[in-house]
């Protein structure tokens, strides 16, 4: 199926990651023109570019707003214009810490590696939208921003927050700059990633699959195939700020015993 993202400019951030890296290849199958974006995983970032033909890659810090600034000025000489983005990047502790024992800098450090980078990377990208008076955003957030998760409160607060809050408001602020302007976001589930390497075992996956009507684990290409579909203007032009989970039909209650 067709859908419209031929030529376009788009940016991926944290594509040196599992999601990261299958949204880039998706977008590229697509025939649009990638971005790399990586903060720190500069070898995985170049063996991405390297599969999409030699794509810009781009290092920045996405907490740091110069970085950021620098990373959409890069994409923009290097691709024309920047028409989409797939705010990707984003960090998952994996040390299981309950609130009561939670260090106050884990809980900023992760806010913002989640949030406040998910946030300047919006604010700047649209400011690419408002030179052309279109585009498309897609945010990644996580199930756990939906259902919590114990250990992780800081992790579930910050996607929470990305995809209720700041997805919602995005959406209508972005209509201001253009009547096509859109802005959506994905949830995934567990999936399997260099992210959570180590916890989708054969006997986590069972403990884990209970809550999901699909008893599997998400490949990264099952997230980017969603993120490609609300990317799309021709798939998706008229959904904006809508929260697709990506979860194997997950619920916050067991289903298989």
């Not at 996580?142 to 409160?153: I, L, P, Q, V, Y």
Request: a negative charge; aromatic letters at 4%; glycine letters at 12%.
């Amino acid at each position: 199926m067709e859908t419209g993202l031929g030529g376009r400019g788009v940016v991926v951030t944290g594509a040196s990651g599992g999601i990261g890296a299958a949204c880039a290849r998706a977008f590229a199958a697509e025939g649009a023109r990638v971005v790399v974006h990586y903060h720190r995983g500069e070898e995985r970032a170049r063996s991405v570019a390297g599969e999409l033909g030699g794509a810009p890659i781009v290092q920045a810090d996405l907490t740091v707003e110069a970085d950021v600034e620098r990373l959409f000025a890069v994409a923009r000489e290097a691709l024309g214009s920047v028409d989409v983005c797939a705010a990707v990047a984003g960090v998952w502790p994996r040390d299981d810490v309950p609130i009561w024992e939670l260090p106050l800098d884990r809980w900023n450090e992760t806010l913002a590696q989640n949030l406040t980078a998910t946030f300047l990377t919006a604010k700047w990208f649209l400011r690419e939208v408002a030179r052309l008076g279109s585009g498309s955003l897609v945010l990644v957030g996580s199930t756990a921003g939906r259902f919590g998760e114990a250990g992780h409160a800081d992790y579930a607060s910050a996607k929470a927050a990305l995809q209720s809050g700041l997805l919602l408001s995005l959406k209508n602020e972005a209509a201001r700059l253009g009547p096509a302007v859109r802005v959506n976001a994905v949830a995934p589930g567990w999936t399997v990633s260099p992210m959570t390497r180590g916890h989708v075992s054969d006997e986590q996956v069972a403990r884990i699959t209970r809550t999901m009507a699909l008893r599997k684990v998400a490949t990264t290409e099952d997230i980017a195939a969603q993120v490609v579909v609300l990317a799309s203007d021709v798939l998706s032009g008229h959904v904006t700020g809508e929260l697709v989970m990506v979860a194997g039909g997950m619920e916050g209650r067991v289903i298989h015993e």
